[in-house]
């Protein structure tokens, strides 16, 4: 006599999955490079990082929503801002210390643009900076901001990324 076992349901992939497989399937060796030391950067923030905010700043909707999807599953409070100056907007309502996911190459307010009205915020020192784009150059001028903490080359290991803010 033989008992057939049911088949478990096939896993539909969600959001967080079709970007993960899309960005694998565009970048063979997308990797994190950490920001050049130049004695300039944010200390580390001193928290428990599951209780951290982020602050996901990137014109891509669908990044933004994957993005702070993920950031949520994993225990982190979560905004999201279209452009820089959508993300100033929320600079004072944000819990601190943050950490900022930022996309340089936007409308409106690029990501330089940005770091440079962060840099002048009267609490500057709560946020710390991980700066989210393709072009090196662009990547290079961002590290000399003093609350950038690292880089991270677009298209972006997903994983990775998570890593990176769970650091």
């Known amino acids: 006599?033989?008992?057939?076992?049911?088949q478990p349901a096939p896993k539909v992939p969600t959001r967080s999955h079709q970007f993960v497989a899309s960005c694998a399937a565009l970048a063979h060796s997308a990797s994190l490079a950490e920001a050049p030391s130049r004695g300039r950067f944010c200390r580390p923030i001193a928290m428990d990082n599951s209780r951290r905010s982020v602050l996901v700043i990137d014109d891509d909707l669908d990044?933004?929503?994957?993005?702070?999807?993920?950031?949520?599953?994993?225990?982190h409070e979560v905004a999201t801002a279209r452009d820089g100056i959508d993300a100033l907007g929320k600079l004072d309502s944000i819990a601190r210390p943050c950490l900022i996911l930022?996309?340089?190459t936007m409308p409106r307010m690029n990501g330089l643009e940005f770091l440079e009205h962060?840099?002048?915020?009267?609490?500057?020192?709560?946020?710390?900076v991980l700066v989210m784009s393709a072009h090196d150059a662009l990547r290079r001028e961002a590290?000399?901001?003093?609350?950038v903490r690292g880089m991270v080359t677009k298209p972006?290991?997903?994983d990775g990324l998570i890593s990176e803010v769970e650091r």
């Open 63 to 75: 990044i933004r929503q994957t993005l702070a999807e993920a950031l949520r599953d994993v225990g």
């Open 143 to 147: 590290s000399v901001f003093p609350n």
């Open 118 to 128: 962060l840099s002048g915020h009267k609490h500057t020192g709560d946020f710390a």
């Open 156 to 158: 972006f290991d997903f």
């Open 1 to 6: 006599m033989s008992t057939e076992f049911p």
């Open 102 to 104: 930022l996309d340089l």
